[in-house]
């Protein structure tokens, strides 16, 4: 039976089951969408136009922006990769299943790190309800059998396994994580890595555009290792950092990319049935790539705004209002439900998602903030935030307290002189983190940028 006709026979299924047992979900439209996720890696809040970056060019982004939501206050749950990318894929703190640090070099390749199998992903549900699968670009949730991208609701996968991969990549023998897999047999690229995700991308949406479709697209850019080709490094000869300049084009090259994809959609005459996302998996790590977080401080590893507000887009032509700005908290735990409910997933009764689903929040049906509190826990860095309010606590200094809406660089600390709502915000804090799980691993240089592990 066709993907299609097991989509129809999902919904029919659907309809009929009892409200015992399932909800239903927020469905906007009657055409289950297309749904395609993209991802960049480290990518700086002030790197793209819409942000106000004006040396570096961002024409896609910046079209995806105009064309659809952006969100101001948009975090991710983790200020490093792969927790991120696990809270993002399950909907779910990663901290409430151990998830909560990038992997050490000694259990990088073995079976103690990876996004742990009680953990459904967003790809198992969407392959569930007749979704074709993709994966194209950077996993970093496990790398041995049964934590595969393949084992874990992708159909198909073109990328890498482990955190970061060079952008002229060769196969190395004994380290299948800097090799490029197409599903799970290695492969010889030859192309620049983000022209090839590009590439992939859209062979993918043209090899299934007539049947519902899945796609993620988590770039390594721009990400270290710092490498461009002359095609993009001679856009910005104004640019005379060199950092900087490769910085400019590994951004030039990912935008591209989107742009191919985004075309592709259009040619196919997706645009009105696919809801795209876009959103960085971290702030920029400013010292290692140039990448730069105005007007926010801190940076990657830290929890200070910098390292987890990013830039955050969602655009649904026909569903979602095009050019709207919307100023409300929200997180990346909220990708995973926002999609249940455009495609038509009821929630089983009982699954504990983090996450709100904000297709009502973004049309304007429904008013107020998707969330009461957004948490954050890495290591001995501590975060939470409640409306304008933010309590910050880093290992050896003293609680920060912040009011983000007079002041986003956090650089007036408040606690002194609002005790009450200081013991406010830690006693929420440890009402949440008593929910949480120990650490499944350590790993002391990813724990946090002041040196200590949980």
């Known amino acids: 039976m066709s993907r299609v006709g097991l989509c129809t026979i999902a919904v029919l299924l659907l309809a009929a089951a009892s409200p015992a047992t399932t909800r239903q979900s927020d469905r906007p439209a009657a055409v289950k969408p297309n749904i395609v996720l993209i991802v960049a890696d480290d990518l700086g809040y002030g790197d793209i136009g819409v942000h106000g970056c004006t040396e570096i060019p961002t024409p896609n982004i910046d079209a995806l922006a105009k064309s659809g939501v952006r969100c101001t206050n948009g975090y991710v749950t983790c200020p490093v990769c ?49 979704y074709v699968t993709g994966l194209v670009g950077k996993w970093h949730l496990g790398s041995t059998v049964g934590l595969l991208p393949n084992d874990r609701g992708f159909d198909e996968f073109f990328g890498f396994l482990g955190g970061l991969s060079p952008y002229f990549p060769r196969r190395k023998a004994g380290d299948q994580r800097l090799m490029i897999l197409r599903n799970k047999e290695h492969v010889e690229e030859t192309s620049y890595l983000t022209d090839a995700f590009a590439r992939e991308a859209v062979g993918f949406i043209d090899r299934h555009q007539a049947e519902p479709f899945f796609l993620y697209l988590p770039f390594n850019a721009v990400h270290a290792p710092m490498q461009a080709i002359e095609k993009y490094r001679s856009r910005f000869p104004k640019i005379l950092d060199g950092r900087r300049r490769t910085y400019a084009a590994m951004l030039s090259a990912m935008d591209d990319a989107i742009g191919h994809v985004m075309a592709k959609l259009t040619e196919a005459k997706l645009d009105e049935n696919t809801l795209v996302i876009f959103l960085s998996d971290n702030g920029g790590p400013t010292r290692v790539t140039t990448a730069r977080n105005t007007p926010l401080s801190g940076a990657k ?41 455009a495609v038509g997933i009821a929630q089983p009764m009982g699954t504990a998602l983090d996450g709100v689903n904000l297709l009502p929040y973004l049309t304007g049906r429904k008013k107020g903030s998707p969330h009461d509190a957004l948490f954050w826990r890495y290591g001995e860095q501590n975060a939470v935030r409640e409306g304008d309010w933010k309590l910050v606590r880093m290992p050896d200094e003293p609680d920060r307290l912040f009011n983000l809406a007079a002041d986003p660089g956090e650089m007036t600390n408040l606690a002194e002189s609002q005790p009450a709502r200081l013991k406010h915000l830690l006693a929420i804090y440890d009402a949440w983190n008593a929910k949480n799980v120990s650490a499944a691993w350590t790993y002391a240089a990813g724990a946090a940028a002041f040196g200590k592990k949980r």
Not at 95 to 107: A, D, K, L
Not at 108 to 130: C, H, I, N, P, W
């Open 82 to 130: 792969s927790p991120t990318r696990a809270g993002l894929l399950t909907g779910r703190y990663q901290t409430r299943f151990g998830h909560e640090f990038n992997p050490g070099p000694r259990n990088l390749a073995s079976r103690e790190f990876g996004l742990v199998r009680s953990q459904k992903t967003l790809a198992e549900r969407m392959r569930a309800e007749g």
């Open 301 to 341: 590893t830290q929890v200070m705004e910098g390292g987890i507000r990013v830039p955050f887009l969602m655009r649904w032509t026909g569903t979602l209002p095009a050019g709207r700005v919307y100023e409300k908290p929200v997180i990346s735990l909220d990708i995973h439900p926002t999609v249940m409910a």
